[in-house]
């Protein structure tokens, strides 16, 4: 869960009126519903780094708890925690678009309701309180390294 680009990234492109295209609104499958802290299955892919998925690290331990209180929390907004994922990329008013990568018909059938899904204020103030503004529980999540983010790498 990264929610760093929310806290530079999403305002910049607002200020100047330009669209974003995001990926991976579910968090490379930790909010998909696959890793929780009783599930057997292992990672979704070979292609994905082994220590992204080592759930004995105590980051990943971190993300799992971020996950399970994410989940209480879509089921009792009455969502999935794919539409509550979904829903909170997309709603935001500086996203234009996400790219959601379903490859089966039955994961584009569990995206699709999010598309109508409205979150209020005390469910973004949940998420808030479990994953804050500008954190990223597992450092690992930074695919694309903090380099681009730091203030004196900033053009403006």
Same mark, same amino acid.
């Given at each position: &869960?990264?929610?760093?680009?929310?806290?530079?990234?999403?305002?910049?492109?607002?200020?100047?009126? &330009?669209?974003? @295209?995001?990926?991976?609104?579910?968090?490379?499958?930790?909010? /998909?519903?696959?890793?929780?802290?009783?599930?057997?299955?292992?990672?979704? /892919? %070979? %292609?994905?780094?082994?220590?992204? =998925?080592? &759930? /004995? $690290?105590?980051?990943?331990?971190? *993300?799992? #708890?971020?996950?399970?209180? @994410?989940? !209480?929390? +879509? *089921?009792?907004?009455? @969502?999935?925690?794919?539409?509550?994922?979904?829903?909170?990329?997309?709603?935001?008013?500086?996203?234009?678009?996400?790219?959601?990568?379903?490859? $089966?018909? *039955?994961?584009?059938?569990? =995206?699709?309701? !999010?598309? +109508?899904?409205?979150? =209020?204020? #005390?469910?973004?103030?949940?998420?808030?309180?479990?994953? +804050?503004?500008?954190?990223?529980?597992?450092?690992? #999540?930074? /695919?694309?390294?903090?380099?681009?983010?730091? %203030? #004196?790498?900033?053009?403006?």
């Amino acid at each position: &869960m990264h929610r760093r680009r929310r806290e530079d990234v999403l305002p910049t492109v607002r200020r100047h009126g &330009m669209g974003t @295209l995001t990926y991976s609104p579910l968090s490379g499958g930790w909010l /998909s519903g696959r890793y929780r802290k009783n599930a057997s299955e292992g990672r979704a /892919s %070979a %292609a994905r780094p082994q220590a992204r =998925f080592d &759930m /004995s $690290t105590p980051a990943n331990q971190r *993300e799992l #708890d971020a996950v399970e209180r @994410l989940a !209480a929390l +879509a *089921e009792k907004s009455g @969502l999935t925690l794919i539409e509550l994922a979904v829903a909170f990329v997309i709603n935001h008013p500086g996203v234009t678009s996400a790219i959601i990568g379903p490859r $089966t018909m *039955e994961q584009l059938v569990a =995206f699709l309701p !999010a598309v +109508a899904v409205t979150l =209020f204020s #005390d469910v973004l103030d949940a998420i808030d309180e479990i994953v +804050a503004p500008g954190v990223t529980v597992n450092p690992v #999540d930074n /695919s694309y390294g903090d380099f681009a983010l730091r %203030a #004196d790498q900033r053009r403006r």
